[in-house]
């Protein structure tokens, strides 16, 4: 866990695993990241099967996981690192025309993704949230990411519907604002209520169906049908 700092809740720089093929744009995140004081770079992976070899050895605070890389993609490589409840947060990196992977990488449990082409300041703050545990991409990127490719989710009506029966009332509710891409003080002047009280539902919401952050929540909300992609 970090403190408002960046810093992790020992006092210690968030240690940082890049993981990507190209050695050219592996340099320049060292670059970029290295001039940060709360963070250091402990290793460089170059495919996803190194990844989780030192994710494993090196349990750094989070990886910087591409996506395409060779003997094991980004995707599986999240997948076998959260699997492994190694406590380690994924941060996936990605270009447009590989956005229909995001939704595979969120499912396997990354805490979220950004583009490539990221400013470098939002590239800092994304991984000191990532690091807290907290999901690095706003809702609303995520509902367009879903619309886009909403044909290639599954059918809800195919299969038997999620365990949203769990959720009360107004925790449905929530998840729908979530998933419509309302932050926590949007949806307190939504639903005319605190915003603590919002964050206690939204947490009652991730426990109850078993999900690690908003992102997930947003995921699932759209493949149980219970919010429909815009078309």
Partial sequence: MTDSA????????????????????????RMVLGAEADIDIVGEAGDGAEAVELSRRLLPDVVLMDIRMPRMDGVAATKTIVDAQLPVHILILTTFDLDEYVVGALRAGAGGFLSKDVPADELITAIRTVARGEAVVAPRILRRLLERFADRLPDPSERPPLALDSLTEREREVLVHVARGLSNSEIAKELTVSETTVKTHVGHVLTKLGLRDRVQAVVLAYESGLVKPQR
Avoid: M
């Fill in 6 to 29: 960046g810093t992790t809740a020992g006092g210690r720089p968030i240690r940082v695993l890049l993981a990507d093929d190209q050695p050219l744009l592996r340099t320049g995140f």
